[in-house]
């Protein structure tokens, strides 16, 4: 069972920038994506970013697209979501999360039912 903790959310201004990391314990997950999700008050858990273990490939939702990263250190079993450009809609609890399996291209990345492993999760504002 992996085990994630996700740290550096906080409060800023709109236009500024946060870096959130998660750190992957109990065993490796250098087979699987990783991907981040975020939940605002009152509405479901969307697709945020997600990066293939293996190759390093990127994908991200329209509306953060350009201005988030995600990016990974193996070496460190550790995932890194940097937003930059914030705005008032990002705000959220920010959750990342390992894929239940392998890379499948039939799977559907996007989809929250697709993550087998969560962390707690860590609260972003943006104030405007």
Do not use: H
Not at 13 to 37: I, K
Not at 108 to 124: C, E, I, K, L, R
């Amino acid at each position: 069972q992996v085990q994630l903790v996700e740290s550096g959310g906080g409060l800023v201004q709109a236009g500024n920038s946060l870096r959130l990391t998660c750190a992957a314990s109990g065993r490796t997950v250098s087979d699987y994506d990783m991907a981040w999700f975020r939940q605002a008050p009152g509405k479901e858990r969307d697709f945020v970013a997600r990066i293939n273990w293996s190759n390093g490939g990127t994908y991200y939702a329209d509306s953060v697209n350009g201005r988030f990263t995600i990016s990974r250190d193996n070496a460190k079993n550790t995932v890194y979501l940097q937003m930059n450009s914030l705005k008032p809609e990002d705000t959220a609890v920010y959750y990342c999360a390992v894929a239940r399996r392998t890379y499948t291209a039939s799977i559907d990345y996007a989809a929250p039912a697709s993550f087998g492993s969560w962390g707690q999760g860590t609260q972003v504002t943006v104030s405007s």
